[in-house]
């Protein structure tokens, strides 16, 4: 299948719900991965997080058949992430989340780094919008990896970001202490 075709037909199967996914997951990882990252800056948002959960799915399959290649996904997410990438990174960090979510041994290897994104002396990402796309790749990971995040540091970084001139970046920030189990307050 010619890869423009590919795209198209990844966008429209990602709008027919279980049945256009297994149509996706149907092919090899490899295959469907790229059209899949394309699909993060589609216009319409239902789409684009239908692709997060796609790709967390896809990139746990390809994990199980060949680790390394999952894990040049996730430094491919690292490098669309920096500065010298000359890119935003829309939705790139949910999608790096949500592979987490999926797999445990990746989480293992990038949790730490996932929340580098939002410590000042880490990876720190300025733009206000995508500590917004961070702060809900948290929200995704914390139901599986509460004690992690925790143990990690991410409430004391989640209190400075507070203090954010962002109004969205304060509220995901909140919330997610909250669901941390950590007053907001204290």
């Given at each position: 299948?010619?890869?423009?075709?590919?795209?198209?037909?990844?966008?429209?199967?990602?709008?027919q719900g279980e049945?256009?996914?297994?149509?996706?997951?149907?092919?090899?990882?490899?295959?469907?991965?790229?059209?899949?990252?394309?699909?993060?800056?589609?216009?319409?948002?239902?789409?684009?997080?239908?692709?997060?959960?796609?790709?967390?799915?896809?990139?746990?399959?390809?994990?199980?058949?060949?680790?390394?290649?999952?894990?040049?996904?996730?430094?491919?997410?690292?490098?669309?992430l920096n500065e010298?990438?000359?890119?935003?990174?829309?939705?790139?960090?949910?999608?790096?989340?949500?592979?987490?979510?999926?797999?445990?041994?990746?989480?293992?290897?990038?949790?730490?780094?996932?929340?580098?994104?939002?410590?000042?002396?880490?990876?720190?990402?300025?733009?206000?919008?995508?500590?917004?796309?961070?702060?809900?790749?948290?929200?995704?990971?914390?139901?599986?990896?509460?004690?992690?995040?925790?143990?990690?540091?991410?409430?004391?970084?989640?209190?400075?970001?507070?203090?954010?001139?962002?109004?969205?970046?304060?509220?995901?920030?909140?919330?997610?202490?909250?669901?941390?189990?950590?007053?907001?307050?204290?």
């Amino acid at each position: 299948m010619q890869t423009t075709s590919l795209k198209n037909k990844v966008i429209e199967w990602l709008t027919q719900g279980e049945e256009g996914i297994s149509k996706i997951l149907s092919l090899p990882p490899r295959q469907v991965i790229n059209p899949l990252i394309g699909a993060l800056l589609h216009p319409d948002e239902s789409i684009q997080q239908q692709a997060v959960s796609v790709i967390g799915r896809v990139v746990k399959e390809l994990a199980e058949q060949d680790l390394e290649g999952a894990r040049i996904i996730m430094r491919r997410f690292m490098w669309m992430l920096n500065e010298e990438s000359g890119g935003i990174g829309w939705g790139v960090p949910q999608a790096m989340a949500e592979v987490m979510v999926q797999n445990p041994l990746l989480a293992r290897e990038y949790l730490t780094i996932f929340l580098s994104y939002l410590w000042e002396e880490g990876n720190y990402l300025e733009f206000s919008p995508i500590q917004y796309e961070v702060l809900k790749g948290l929200l995704r990971l914390i139901p599986r990896y509460k004690e992690d995040l925790i143990r990690a540091g991410a409430p004391d970084h989640l209190k400075k970001l507070l203090s954010s001139p962002d109004e969205k970046v304060r509220e995901l920030a909140s919330l997610a202490l909250k669901r941390l189990g950590i007053s907001p307050e204290g």
